[in-house]
């Protein structure tokens, strides 16, 4: 069975410095990962997916994030946090070679950026 | 990127009454759409997966026949609340996939029962 677990519900950090998300997974097959950011009243907009192929994934608005099979973890980073980064953040796991609908949903990391 | 939408944004509506939410791929064809729904401040939780020409699987403990699901072209996906209830408010959120990449998601329905 897959699982995911975001290990923190919200994470602060002050404009301009380093954010971290972190995600800890457990998959019996390869599993596809992705981060997705719902912003608040919107839908959920895709930053990046990991899906066997490098496993340090670049996203969009400058967020990266590193598959690392050994830790079952693929963790969400960016070098410097902006206000609009502000959010609710969710990792998400699938099955490869299952049908794409079974995604699988972390709780969610709400992203708070101070001034 | 694909772009999925949805109609209404938001509903408020009278117990007893049914809801209906559109769900659409604007630009690729999707032969399967999901239907998740959101509490506050908590996780998607999958409902349904619906299948352009046939039945919707339900995942366990969704009441199919409340929660009605028609697929009926490769672009639309409807999903009705039955005699909806306050209980039934939530967000509901409807993706699209294709062959080439996850999940398109809508931005979504809050739904308000009263």
């Known amino acids: 069975a897959q699982s995911v677990t975001q290990l923190d519900s919200h994470v602060s950090v002050s404009e301009g410095t380093p954010v971290l998300l972190r995600c800890n997974y457990s998959s019996s097959y390869s599993p596809s990962l992705f981060w997705y950011v719902q912003h608040p009243n919107k839908g959920l907009q895709l930053l990046l997916k990991y899906t066997s192929a490098a496993t340090l994934v670049k996203g969009i608005n400058g967020f990266e994030a590193e598959f690392k099979k050994s830790e079952t973890s693929f963790h969400l980073t960016k070098p410097s946090a902006h206000m609009s980064d502000a959010a609710e953040y969710f990792c998400?796991?699938?099955?490869?070679?299952?049908?794409?609908?079974?995604?699988?949903f972390g709780k969610g990391t709400k992203l708070s950026v101070k001034p | 990127g694909a772009v999925v939408s949805q109609h209404p944004s938001r509903v408020i509506c009278k117990s007893g009454t049914s809801v209906k939410i559109e769900c659409r791929s604007l630009d690729f064809q999707a032969t399967t759409m999901f239907w998740y729904r959101q509490f506050p401040k908590q996780s998607l939780m999958l409902m349904a997966t619906?299948?352009?020409?046939?039945?919707?699987?339900?995942e366990q403990g969704v009441e199919k026949d409340k929660f009605l699901i028609n697929h009926a072209s490769l672009t639309l996906s409807t999903l009705t609340v039955t005699s909806a209830h306050p209980e039934d408010s939530s967000f509901y959120i409807c993706?699209?996939?294709?062959?080439?990449?996850?999940?398109?998601f809508g931005p979504g329905t809050r739904l308000l029962v009263l």
């Open positions: 619906s299948n352009e020409g046939s039945k919707a699987t339900y």
């Open positions: 998400v796991v699938s099955d490869v070679g299952r049908s794409q609908g079974n995604l699988i």
């Open positions: 993706s699209a996939g294709d062959a080439r990449a996850p999940q398109y």
